[in-house]
């Protein structure tokens, strides 16, 4: 058999062979196949002379299939299988109903919509495997430009990143969190200014430099300089060491309920308090543009450019 005849047998020619080796009938294969019976008999015909053996005993009507039949329309089946399999996994990647969505995300994301999108999407999305990866900001920008992350959840805004696509997300605002002992843990009128002599945890300005510039504004219009006396890489971490009697912070409100039994959370009032977080990316894969589409949302404008 050459290779031209091998090229000749298609998968439409496995799948009338398997209709005959299965009825045994030529005149039953042709109606199954919704064909007239001639043409399936020249194609089968034409089969076994490409392959250049017998596949077929024959009388006056189909009696059995030959040993390279049997073997024949074994394989036919197989592939016809595979081929099926294969189209459907390349739609489906097209289609972002399968791959790999690597997310990232601020601390305070978590305390928004985003869990109940992740939620959503991995029941819609049960083939895709989602990697998640909590991370500041810089940290998030990083990964985007050096593809180890498909999708960021961050605080804006960006600078120098004109080659990264902001989608608005979510929205929240900042609190004062202090430990749970502190004197001034009861005041219901607590505000920035009675900390101006409190030591502040704080995490580092390149890696959230629009949140760090926000608070530093803040303390200003309150009248003071903050003193930050440590640092910690993530809002979880930097509410931790609150927690332990480190320090005071102003965190997102959002995250108010995080160890509640250890911090008391006062809200702080005014628009400069408010900040958003976005959807950050560069290249949308099939699979992080179906995230971004489950996530779209009219009123927060998240649909207008997918």
Request: proline share 5%; aromatic share 6%; hydrophobic share 40%.
């Amino acid at each position: 058999m050459t290779t031209e005849s091998r090229a000749r047998i298609t998968l439409r020619r496995m799948e009338q062979f398997i209709a005959v080796a299965e009825e045994l009938h030529f005149h039953r294969a042709a109606e199954r196949l919704n064909m007239s019976q001639p043409p399936l008999t020249s194609a089968i015909q034409k089969l076994e002379e490409d392959l250049g053996v017998a596949l077929i005993e024959r009388g006056n009507r189909v009696v059995r299939l030959t040993p390279a039949g049997e073997k024949f329309v074994s394989e036919a089946r197989k592939t016809l299988r595979q081929a099926e399999k294969t189209l459907v996994s390349t739609v489906d990647v097209a289609e972002g109903r399968t791959g790999l969505l690597r997310l990232g995300y601020v601390g305070s994301a978590l305390y928004g919509r985003l869990p109940d999108i992740i939620r959503e999407f991995r029941a819609s999305h049960p083939k895709v495997r989602l990697e998640l990866l909590e991370a500041t900001t810089a940290a998030q920008i990083a990964a985007l430009r050096d593809g180890t992350l498909d999708i960021g959840v961050l605080i804006p805004p960006l600078e120098k990143a004109d080659d990264i696509e902001q989608i608005n997300f979510d929205s929240d605002r900042l609190c004062i969190a202090i430990p749970k002992d502190h004197p001034f843990s009861n005041r219901s009128d607590l505000t920035l200014a009675d900390l101006a002599g409190e030591s502040f945890i704080l995490w580092p300005m390149p890696e959230g430099k629009s949140f760090h510039l926000q608070f530093i504004r803040l303390c200003a219009k309150a009248g003071f300089v903050p003193m930050i006396t440590q640092e910690a890489h993530g809002m979880h971490a930097v509410l931790s060491l609150v927690s332990v009697g480190g320090g005071v912070s102003v965190v997102p409100q959002s995250m108010s309920g995080f160890r509640g039994d250890r911090i008391s959370y006062h809200p702080l009032s005014g628009a400069e308090t408010e900040f958003d977080l976005v959807i950050c990316y560069r290249h949308l894969s099939p699979s992080a543009h179906a995230f971004v589409l489950s996530a779209a949302n009219k009123e927060q404008g998240l649909s207008h450019s997918l």
